[in-house]
């Protein structure tokens, strides 16, 4: 078989998978699939896809410096709009428990970073943290109660668990080892970053200061 051919047929080969993956939605990123993050490295695999994504309107697209993959429309028609108006509309309605969450999580674990793709949290330690202060406690027990989380539980353990467990069905977290209680952040965390800072741009809302004064004067 000649190297040409051979390429034509790599780039083939877990294609379908890729696309079918991209159009449910999912963000791909190395912490979530390292084998579909690695493949949509070659030039060669993007344009094929690219070339099948523009046939239905739709676009490969990139947050983080291309560090994560998702699927975004070509074109945008009235019909395409309103999609897009809608899913702007959820993750406009779900950025203060989120950005709530991060500070937290951040500020528990003594990070000097917000938590990014690759990161780990351990829950055990994180909830030994917030049990044993009283702010992080209540800052818990607030963002738990958001629509988002939906906890009416007062307990730590209930509400934490609760909160990682969305998480996970959003895409922010994985877990790799059902057994342990470590949890991975995703690149979808970097696209909601972009997110963030383009709505900060556009909207001067700067959700992220207000997030952080809000937690240091919880502190005090």
Known sequence: MSESNMTTESVMVGTSSLIEALLQGN??????????WRALQSIVTREH???????INRTLATAAEGEVYFC???????????????QFRDVCQSLTP?????????????????LSQGVPIRLTELQTRIEDTPAFREQ???????????????????QIKLVFKRLLELGYLIKPNQ??????ATGKLDYLY??????DE??????????????QQDLI
């Open 98 to 114: 989120l950005v709530e969450w991060l500070v937290l999580v951040q500020e528990a674990n003594g990070a000097d970073a917000p």
């Open 179 to 184: 057994d342990k209680q470590i949890y991975i």
């Open 72 to 86: 975004g429309y070509q074109e945008l028609g009235d019909a395409e709009r309103k999609v897009v108006s809608s």
């Open 49 to 55: 896809i690219e070339q099948y994504l523009n046939q």
């Open 140 to 158: 818990l027990a607030k963002l738990s109660q958001y629509r988002l989380f939906g906890s009416t539980s007062t307990q730590v353990d209930n």
């Open 194 to 199: 972009e997110v963030i800072r383009f709505i």
């Open 202 to 215: 556009t909207e001067a809302l700067n959700l992220e200061a207000q997030a952080e004064s809000s937690i």
């Open 27 to 36: 963000f791909i990123c190395r912490t979530t699939d390292e084998d579909a």
